[in-house]
């Protein structure tokens, strides 16, 4: 299996309910990053992990959550949501975990109302 | 001041036009140097990269690094319609955590 593969693809969120948003990356990478990509803005870090483990976060508060599993899949999770937490969710993942070798899907539209 | 600044235009040129982007930073830890090409709803696709300062080529696009003024350009030459997009230049001090500038959305007309 090739690429990046993100789901859903849309979602609508009322203000403090909590959200999961899903990735499948490509067999053998073992590092996945979460990226936050407001409206006319670049994608901002949110973490990253490896090998099941988080290993480098952002500045991000601690109501958003990640899970990453043996099959190369992996989970952002959002509790308590604002209004500010809309945006395209980004998945990217790497076989090196090197900064030019990741690969990006094409992201989840979370909208919070 | 954000860790990486890029003009977001709009950017509009005729077809065949040649095209020159730009970012600057401000960490000099930052190593490799990105530019990534986003179309409308889709995620960003890497374009090229480059280690410390110099240039890179590849087909119509040109990357250059002059780590001196923290300066990064990307160059298109003979630009397309299809080259319509939003280029994002990225950064990385090799810890893995890009830091994106926030997008020039280029537009070549037909």
């Known amino acids: ?113 | 001041q954000k860790e990486v600044e890029q003009d977001p235009g709009p950017l509009s040129v005729p077809e065949g036009a040649i095209v020159s982007l730009n970012c600057t930073y401000s960490n000099s830890a930052f190593q490799y140097f990105m530019w990534y090409r986003q179309y409308s709803r889709k995620g960003p696709e890497l374009l090229m990269y480059t280690y410390s300062s110099g240039n890179k080529e590849d087909g119509r696009f040109t990357a250059q690094v002059d780590k001196s003024s923290k300066y990064i350009s990307l160059f298109i030459r003979d630009s397309q319609p299809s080259d319509s997009a939003t280029y994002l230049c990225a950064t990385d001090t090799g810890r893995r955590a890009l830091t994106f500038g926030s997008g020039t959305r280029l537009q070549v007309q037909p």
């Open chain 1, 1 to 113: 299996e090739t690429g990046v593969t993100q789901s859903p693809t849309h979602l609508i969120k009322t203000r403090g309910q909590q959200v999961t948003l899903r990735c499948s990356s490509q067999s053998g990478h073992n590092t996945v990053s979460w990226y936050q990509q407001a409206l006319g803005q670049g994608p901002q870090f949110i973490f990253q992990y490896y090998r099941e483990e988080e290993n480098g976060r952002g500045n991000f508060p601690p109501r958003f959550s990640g899970l990453q599993f043996p099959n190369y899949s992996s989970e952002l999770n959002v509790n308590a949501l604002e209004l500010d937490d809309s945006a395209l969710y980004l998945c990217a993942s790497s076989p090196t975990g090197e900064g030019y070798g990741y690969t990006f899907g094409s992201g989840t539209r979370l909208t919070v109302v």
